[in-house]
């Protein structure tokens, strides 16, 4: 497998935690009611975009093989309390 095959095997794998960062942070931006929140908008991305490629490797190495549904489920679950904990969900 060549360079750019590898990036685009790479790109393709951490695509959904990226898209699911991006997409929680501007929710999290447009919905905020008067609240601070703890971290920047591109904090915000950065901390989903690791916590959730964290999730995506760890069900590459439960399940052995990428794309499986519980590895998305998980990816989700893991994303939203990391957002929730980010933005101060509990006051």
């Known amino acids: 497998m ?3 095959a590898s990036i685009n095997h790479l790109l393709n794998f951490v695509g959904p935690a990226f ?4 997409g929680l942070a501007t929710c ?9 929140g703890a971290q920047s ?9 690791i916590v959730g490629s ?3 490797l ?3 190495w439960l399940f052995s093989r990428d ?3 519980a590895s998305y489920a998980a990816l989700v679950g893991a994303s939203a309390l990391c957002q929730w904990v980010l933005s101060r969900g509990w006051r």
């Open 19 to 22: 898209f699911l960062a991006l």
């Open 41 to 49: 908008f591109i904090a915000q991305v950065a901390i989903n975009f």
């Open 2 to 4: 060549g360079l750019v």
């Open 67 to 69: 794309g499986k549904m």
């Open 54 to 56: 964290a999730v995506l």
């Open 28 to 36: 999290a931006h447009l919905f905020r009611q008067n609240k601070a």
């Open 58 to 60: 760890a069900g590459l």
